[in-house]
């Protein structure tokens, strides 16, 4: 075992390059006890797809089964607070095991057919061209506050019907919401008001399309609750759950591609050379290199031997999709950026029945914008090498990316 790894993964040096510390824990102790959160950390690539694909044995229903306290520790006065948290994500799609899961998903995945997700295309085109359009008559260019934040929202906005004046609210509550995965004792005052406050604006929108359906998701999900698949409460947490992760994701993938593209010049060079030919392969890569997510969590059903550890019955799991990402055992030169890398069987949308439903939509963001950013600004960079990023376990997002167009 190894006795050298510091346990604190919410360590400033852990936060700012996950890449060093999870890659040591990959390379030395890859089913890692973590004594100060007790909780399981696997970090090879096969270990991590294998674990997906037994979700019998790896449950991703964590909320309803832990009967641990929340990690790291919130302030005792709170507790009720993280109770509230805790029964609405247990309300989540993605916290259901099947069948249950099954039956709410295909309810909800004929919207988000490869097929239908790639009729955005020319809506996010011409979203980017206005964007970045504007962002040049500031003279003081953030991709992440210009670029990364306003599209996902414009476009996960459109999907569920927000009118445009609304937008900013909803970002706002997300910011409030994300606070779930940071370390701050009173983190669960924030993620509280955050809940409520989506669950207030979600609430008359469900009753309208109950009422008036319309080609929108949340039209989508509440057919669900007309056939009987989700109740009520389910249909607003999880039309809350997809404002939320239908854009903070995609924020990181846009961030984090183009500052790993910045930061290596010889594959923006390549990238400009082709940016249509190279655009899917290149978002594959950014998506492998510094994935938007870090970790993901499961529940244990029942003891099961991994390499040789005993994971019991209901420990805490965490797979992460940094070390993974870059396993040598599956990646040649894993630390390296390489847009012309093909097959590329990254994890970054995870693995088995719970794979990302938004997967499509957050490619086609992520080509668009790193094919435009090339064609229109063949001397992009980045004004900081080294970013500040949330302290978060979840997500890996920077807090500003500014950047010199010419």
Same mark, same amino acid.
């Given at each position: 075992?190894?006795?050298?790894?510091?346990?604190?993964?919410?360590?400033?040096?852990?936060?700012?390059?996950?890449?060093?510390?999870?890659?040591?824990?990959?390379?030395?102790? $890859?089913? /890692?006890?973590?004594?100060?959160?007790?909780?399981?950390?696997?970090?090879?690539?096969?270990?991590?797809?294998?674990?997906?694909?037994? /979700?019998?044995?790896?449950?991703?229903?964590?909320?309803?089964?832990?009967?641990?306290?929340?990690?790291?520790?919130?302030?005792?006065?709170?507790?009720?607070?993280?109770?509230?948290?805790?029964?609405?994500?247990?309300?989540?799609?993605?916290?259901?095991?099947?069948?249950?899961?099954?039956?709410?998903?295909?309810?909800?995945h004929?919207?988000?057919?490869?097929?239908?997700?790639?009729?955005?295309? $020319?809506?996010?085109?011409?979203?980017?061209?206005?964007?970045?359009?504007?962002?040049?008559?500031?003279?003081?260019?953030?991709?992440?506050?210009?670029?990364?934040?306003?599209?996902?929202?414009?476009?996960?906005?459109?999907?569920?019907?927000?009118?445009?004046?609304?937008?900013?609210?909803?970002?706002?509550?997300?910011?409030?919401?994300?606070?779930?995965?940071? %370390?701050?004792?009173d983190?669960?005052?924030?993620?509280?008001?955050g809940?409520?406050?989506?669950?207030?604006?979600?609430?008359?929108?469900?009753?309208e399309?109950?009422?008036?359906?319309?080609?929108?998701?949340?039209?989508?999900?509440?057919? %669900?609750?007309?056939?009987?698949?989700?109740?009520?409460?389910?249909?607003?947490?999880?039309?809350?759950?997809?404002?939320?992760?239908?854009?903070?994701?995609?924020?990181?993938?846009?961030?984090?591609?183009?500052?790993?593209?910045?930061?290596?010049?010889?594959?923006?060079?390549?990238?400009?050379?082709?940016?249509?030919?190279?655009?899917?392969?290149?978002?594959?890569?950014?998506l492998?290199?510094?994935?938007?997510?870090?970790?993901?969590?499961?529940?244990?059903?029942?003891d099961?031997?991994?390499?040789?550890?005993?994971?019991?019955?209901?420990?805490?799991?965490?797979?992460?999709?940094?070390?993974?990402?870059?396993?040598?055992?599956?990646?040649?030169?894993?630390e390296?950026?390489?847009?012309?890398?093909?097959p590329?069987? /990254?994890?970054a949308?995870?693995?088995?029945?719970?794979?990302?439903?938004?997967?499509?939509?957050?490619?086609?963001e992520?080509?668009?914008?790193?094919?435009?950013?090339?064609?229109?600004?063949?001397?992009?960079?980045?004004?900081?090498?080294? $970013?500040?990023?949330?302290?978060?376990?979840?997500?890996?997002?920077?807090?500003?990316?500014?950047?010199?167009?010419?």
């Amino acid at each position: 075992m190894v006795t050298t790894i510091n346990d604190d993964m919410f360590a400033p040096e852990v936060i700012q390059d996950p890449y060093r510390y999870y890659g040591q824990i990959r390379d030395d102790d $890859p089913v /890692h006890w973590n004594e100060l959160y007790e909780l399981w950390v696997i970090t090879r690539h096969d270990d991590l797809v294998w674990l997906a694909r037994n /979700h019998e044995q790896f449950s991703n229903s964590v909320w309803v089964n832990d009967p641990r306290p929340a990690y790291p520790a919130i302030l005792e006065s709170d507790k009720e607070l993280y109770d509230f948290m805790r029964d609405f994500r247990g309300d989540q799609l993605i916290q259901f095991d099947r069948p249950e899961h099954l039956a709410m998903r295909k309810v909800v995945h004929s919207y988000f057919t490869p097929k239908s997700m790639e009729e955005w295309r $020319p809506l996010v085109r011409s979203a980017i061209k206005d964007l970045l359009d504007a962002a040049e008559e500031t003279g003081d260019v953030d991709l992440m506050r210009n670029l990364a934040v306003p599209l996902p929202v414009l476009v996960i906005a459109e999907m569920m019907g927000v009118p445009e004046s609304e937008r900013p609210h909803i970002r706002m509550l997300a910011e409030k919401l994300l606070h779930a995965g940071r %370390g701050e004792p009173d983190r669960m005052r924030i993620v509280a008001d955050g809940l409520q406050g989506m669950l207030d604006y979600v609430d008359p929108m469900v009753d309208e399309r109950i009422a008036n359906p319309k080609d929108d998701f949340i039209s989508v999900l509440a057919s %669900g609750e007309k056939s009987g698949v989700f109740t009520r409460q389910q249909v607003l947490v999880n039309t809350s759950l997809l404002l939320v992760a239908g854009h903070e994701t995609t924020i990181n993938l846009i961030c984090n591609g183009a500052l790993a593209l910045m930061n290596n010049r010889d594959q923006w060079d390549l990238l400009k050379t082709d940016t249509q030919g190279l655009m899917v392969r290149a978002t594959e890569e950014a998506l492998r290199y510094d994935p938007p997510v870090k970790s993901i969590a499961r529940i244990a059903t029942e003891d099961v031997d991994v390499r040789g550890k005993l994971i019991k019955k209901d420990d805490r799991i965490r797979w992460f999709v940094s070390a993974a990402n870059r396993d040598p055992n599956k990646f040649e030169d894993p630390e390296s950026m390489d847009i012309t890398r093909w097959p590329n069987s /990254h994890v970054a949308f995870g693995a088995g029945v719970h794979h990302c439903l938004g997967a499509t939509i957050a490619r086609v963001e992520g080509q668009e914008v790193f094919s435009a950013l090339a064609e229109r600004y063949p001397n992009l960079q980045s004004k900081t090498q080294t $970013p500040e990023y949330q302290e978060s376990l979840t997500f890996r997002s920077v807090k500003s990316l500014p950047v010199s167009l010419d």
